[in-house]
């Protein structure tokens, strides 16, 4: 048996010399966040190779409404460049009875996030024989120790809780530096990374998906110097995108809603005027942007659109469209951010616009 301490080589200009076994496993995550793990299970954060792995988390997602695969999707952006979606939490991960069966039929995974035990013998002495064992506090001057427990807590209603970060490399992961520890069932663990709504409502923030931004445009495929290029997206083609993100065993959920308010042009050229002059085109109520063109309209300003002053030379211009969606969220506490919000969302896609010149004759 053998104790394994996963580390970063530096952080902070803190320097750790580890050593590491060639036999070590590395464990994988589960897949697909619209059918999640599933918190009640006999395995806890087991994943699929049997190890216990902190990078897996049971929080389940779900999509009330948008977000649901159809069409192409992506990945919302943040128009705060120094916001980060949580680093780590702590959540429920075995009861007494799954922990037993756990370490009785494998015995080898993550009791920590930075911390791996392998080989049955550490986890009975901690939790089956009530020896204490360090927690792994980067940011201390010596770990701090985690007392025993005995057979398991068996007869004890409540949870083993275990740090999870869904990248153990993020240097902010080593904040939760505890190994697995016991929480009485209905209560939270008091520490300050314990999950909060808040928590949830930046983990579902960071799975929102939505639609890609093709906007229309006349003329299509091919604009006119000084002549305007019409830009609308029609009624209903962007809808609201909600999120909700539920920690299992603990009552804990959060929704986070995502509305398209506005769509920002960039010609992709300086040799062009946009309408608005700020490029910015309000979305209404309806989910409608701008006003389709109109046979007759060619000469008229449109409300929202382009003004293209010189022709592409056989490469085409990467007319942007950027759609910014409001973030709202509500928690099971009562909470709604009102306290401290979420950064707007942004969605990003470009189109080629060629652009030709026509040459008249006046006599």
């Known amino acids: 048996m053998y104790r394994h301490k996963r580390a970063l080589a530096t952080l902070a200009a803190t320097t750790l010399t580890i ?14 966040d ?49 916001w980060e979606p949580p680093a780590c939490w702590y959540e429920p991960a075995f009861t007494a009875g799954q922990l037993k069966k756990f370490v009785d039929t494998d015995g080898g995974g993550d009791v920590g996030i930075h911390e791996s035990w392998f080989g049955e013998g550490l986890w009975t002495d901690h939790y089956r024989d009530g020896k204490p064992a360090d927690n792994f506090d980067l940011h201390a001057a010596t770990n701090s ?51 909060t709504p808040k928590t949830l409502a930046e983990y579902a923030y960071n799975k929102i998906r939505v639609p890609e931004t093709e906007v229309e445009l006349k003329p299509k495929g091919k604009s006119t110097v000084n002549l305007p290029t019409w830009v609308w997206l029609d009624k209903g083609t962007f809808k609201d995108v909600k999120v909700r993100a539920a920690l ?31 490029g910015d085109c309000e979305i ?13 309209a060619a000469d008229k300003t449109p409300p929202c ?36 919000g979420l950064p707007d969302g942004t969605f990003e896609t470009t189109q080629d616009i060629n652009v030709q010149e026509i040459q008249s004759l006046n006599r």
Not at 21 to 29: E, P, V
């Open 34 to 82: 619209k059918k999640p793990s599933n918190g009640d299970n006999a395995t806890g954060h087991a994943s699929k190779d049997g190890t216990l792995s902190a990078s897996v988390s049971t929080i389940r997602v779900s999509y009330p409404s948008g977000g649901d695969g159809g069409g192409k999707e992506g990945n919302l952006g943040t128009v705060d460049p120094n």
């Open 305 to 340: 659109g382009i003004r293209y002053l010189r022709a592409t030379d056989g490469t085409p211009y990467r007319l942007s469209a950027g759609v910014t969606w409001q973030i709202t969220w509500e928690g099971s506490d009562g909470s709604d951010g009102s306290d401290g």
């Open 145 to 195: 120790s985690a007392e025993g427990y005995e057979n398991y807590n068996l007869g004890k209603d409540g949870y083993f809780w275990r740090g999870v970060a869904p990248d153990p490399n993020d240097p902010r992961s080593w904040d939760c530096g505890r190994i697995m520890f016991w929480v009485d069932a209905g209560e939270v663990p008091d520490d300050p990374n314990a999950p």
């Open 248 to 278: 299992p065993n603990t009552g804990l959920w959060a929704e986070t809603t995502a509305k398209p308010v506005a769509l920002h042009l960039d010609p992709g050229t300086e040799d062009a005027e946009v309408f608005p002059a700020s």
């Open 19 to 32: 050593s590491l076994s060639a036999t070590t496993a590395h464990a994988i995550g589960v897949g697909n």
């Open 284 to 296: 209404s109520d309806d989910g409608s942007l701008g006003t389709p063109y109109t046979k007759g």
